[in-house]
């Protein structure tokens, strides 16, 4: 098997990191792999957010806690209190809402990022669950602390780092597969 497929079958969403940083090497790759992804028309109506500093996602991960249902809250503890699992890194994909397209322009630049970080010995989760309190109109200040361009809204994040643990990929259900 070639490194290609054996990224895309091995990548699975681990959620404990470690402490480590990222090299400015590591970093530079995701971001290439980033910008590398293709979009409808080659638009590129999408903003990267390279957070690495702690606090700013710490700040976030405060207001999730704020805006959140008990019910969620209650999920949150479960996994440590923590939505974004204390990843070094994490990564912001806005975009302008141009097109039926936007969020696959950005679905597509997620997993070329989760695919990058994985072929790097990195791991990752995809992470949606800000999405309501990042698009929530009256967080244009939260918007603008991420980097979001003036009118870009949230679409999907992703956290990066060095594995603490081990997930298995998950099964591959060949029954949604229909060949013709
Ligand atoms: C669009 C999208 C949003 C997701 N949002 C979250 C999230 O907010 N929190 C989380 O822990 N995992 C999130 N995930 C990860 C999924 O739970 C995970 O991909 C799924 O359980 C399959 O596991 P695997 O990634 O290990 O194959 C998201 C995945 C996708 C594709």
């Not at 990548?11 to 979009?39: C, G, H, N, W, Y």
């Not at 630049?109 to 695919?115: D, P």
């Not at 791991?123 to 361009?149: A, E, H, M, V, W």
Request: charged fraction near 25%.
């Amino acid at each position: 098997m070639n490194e290609v497929l054996t990224n895309i079958l091995e990548r699975s969403s681990i959620r404990k990191f470690k402490e480590t940083p990222l090299s400015q090497e590591d970093i530079q790759v995701l971001k290439q792999a980033a910008l590398a992804s293709p979009t409808a028309r080659n638009l590129q109506k999408w903003h990267f957010s390279f957070v690495c500093e702690k606090e700013k996602i710490a700040t976030l991960e405060q207001k999730m806690f704020e805006s959140t249902s008990d019910d969620a809250k209650a999920r949150a503890k479960d996994r440590g209190m923590s939505f974004f699992y204390h990843a070094p890194l994490m990564i912001f994909i806005s975009s302008q809402d141009l097109n039926h397209f936007s969020l696959v322009d950005a679905g597509i630049a997620v997993e070329n990022i989760a695919l990058a970080a994985q072929s790097l010995g990195l791991k990752s989760t995809i992470i949606g669950c800000c999405k309501d309190l990042l698009n929530d109109p009256s967080q244009n200040d939260l918007r603008t602390y991420l980097g979001f361009p003036e009118g870009y809204q949230f679409a999907i994040a992703i956290v990066i780092g060095y594995g603490d643990t081990t997930k298995e990929p998950h099964a591959l259900d060949m029954s949604k597969i229909t060949q013709l």
